[in-house]
């Protein structure tokens, strides 16, 4: 099988060709993120107009980067939801007018299932199911069951934002400066990294002990041998019967401290430094710990996938790995690569391939897109099913 996959959920413009034998032959992404970076986040409407440039232009260039013609493919995937409506709509009106000039068996595919089913496209030994699946993403933070191909049982959710979005507004709340590539997650990543509190950093002495007069008057330094500059964020949820997310708290206490070390409203690099990390370092702790506390019910389950853009960062990735350490569990971690872990089509493409293999059939033109959509209903409106 060769499918045409088409991704227009968010802010990316992605169209890819994937066969069933597992090889890539083109997966194109064409981002907007200098076109939203004024908004502040993704705006609907540029983003949808920005698609209608974008979809063509990827869906010429996946051709192109494959050397092959429409002729040759056997279906074309599209992803159906959740996502904003009008961006979809870019991507499924393209997905059809493309089905209908050639007569190609059309799916619509869910773009989280497609994030969870990546590491079967791209790993040599894939998971066997059941496996977890750890979604951080813009708009998802959620610990899922992967059961079969097409069962998914949500183990935690997120009460209020996701981990992305409080990433993303962190960012913004310590003013650092945009990224064009990666989002501005990984550009909090790395000022966490130049934190005065990490082993290999280079700050002098004189920035520290500014830094040290910042805020020693405003905290008690504790009797540490390392000092510690900030106090700790607030721990969510720490009720450990309590099975779920919560940033929002964090966010809030974030922006308490940010408006406390600079009055004047200019955050200046030490304190972004040192925010950042402590940020990074509470809101990777409470993640982990609840995902602990769920996989230590399941100790049969051999694999946990962590997929979805925040999954591209080291300090969740190291922490992934204590914690399966420190409760002794069989489950292998896998990760997509990082261009397969953001927004991309051909794991839209894929997971239309492993629906095909399992029987699906053309779904038509007829199927409504779904800005919001669990993973647990996945098929609850498809005739065939
Ligand atoms: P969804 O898949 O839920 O619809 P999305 O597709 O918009 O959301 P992704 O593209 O998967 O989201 O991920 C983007 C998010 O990942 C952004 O919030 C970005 O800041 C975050 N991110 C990217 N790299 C990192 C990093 N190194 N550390 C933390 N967050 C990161
Ligand atoms: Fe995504």
């Given at each position: 099988l060769t499918v045409l996959g088409i991704e227009s959920s968010a802010d990316d413009s992605c169209a890819a060709i994937v066969t069933?034998?597992?090889?890539?032959?083109s997966n194109v992404v064409i981002k907007q993120h200098d076109q939203n970076a004024d908004y502040g986040g993704i705006h609907p409407l540029k983003a949808q107009h920005a698609h209608q440039v974008g979809i063509p232009e990827a869906i010429r260039l996946a051709f192109t980067q494959a050397?092959?013609?429409?002729?040759?493919?056997d279906a074309i995937a599209y992803t159906?939801?959740?996502?904003?409506i009008g961006c979809l709509s870019v991507g499924a009106s393209s997905a059809k007018a493309l089905a209908a000039a050639h007569n190609i068996p059309l799916i619509g595919v869910h773009h989280m299932q497609a994030h969870a089913l990546t590491p079967l496209l791209t790993e040599s030994t894939p998971p066997e199911y059941p496996f977890f699946v750890l979604l951080v993403s813009g708009g998802h933070t959620q610990l899922v069951l992967?059961?079969?191909?097409d069962k998914f049982q949500i183990l935690l959710d997120t009460l209020d934002n996701s981990i992305g979005n409080v990433f993303d507004k962190a960012a913004r709340l310590l003013q650092l400066p945009p990224s064009?590539?990666?989002?501005p997650g990984a550009v909090l990543e790395y000022y966490a990294s130049l934190s005065?509190?990490?082993?290999n950093n280079q700050l002098d002495n004189s920035s520290k002990s500014h830094l040290n007069s910042l805020t020693s008057s405003m905290f008690p330094r504790p009797d540490h041998k390392t000092p510690k500059l900030l106090p700790p964020l607030p721990r969510p949820l720490?009720?450990?019967?309590?099975?779920a997310f919560s940033f929002s708290g964090l966010l809030s206490a974030t922006e308490r401290l940010v408006n406390q070390l600079c009055p004047d409203g200019r955050v200046d690099e030490e304190v972004q430094k040192e925010i950042s990390r402590a940020f990074q370092l509470a809101t990777m702790g409470h993640l982990v710990d609840k995902v602990s506390l769920v996989m230590k019910d399941y100790p049969d389950v051999r694999g946990l996938v962590v997929s979805g853009?925040?999954?591209?960062?080291q300090y969740l990735r190291r922490s992934l790995v204590k914690m399966l350490r420190d409760i002794d569990s069989k489950a292998k971690l896998f990760y997509p690569p990082v261009e397969l872990c953001t927004d991309n089509a051909a794991m839209i493409a894929w997971t239309a391939i492993l629906r095909l293999q399992a029987g699906a059939k053309d779904e038509g033109f007829g199927l409504a897109l779904r800005a919001k959509w669990s993973l647990e209903d996945l098929y609850d409106d498809l005739p065939q099913r």
């Open positions: 069933s034998d597992r090889n890539i032959l050397r092959i013609t429409i002729t040759q493919v159906r939801g959740p996502g904003m992967a059961k079969s191909l064009l590539e990666r989002g005065y509190s990490q082993p720490p009720s450990k019967t309590q099975k853009g925040v999954a591209c960062n």
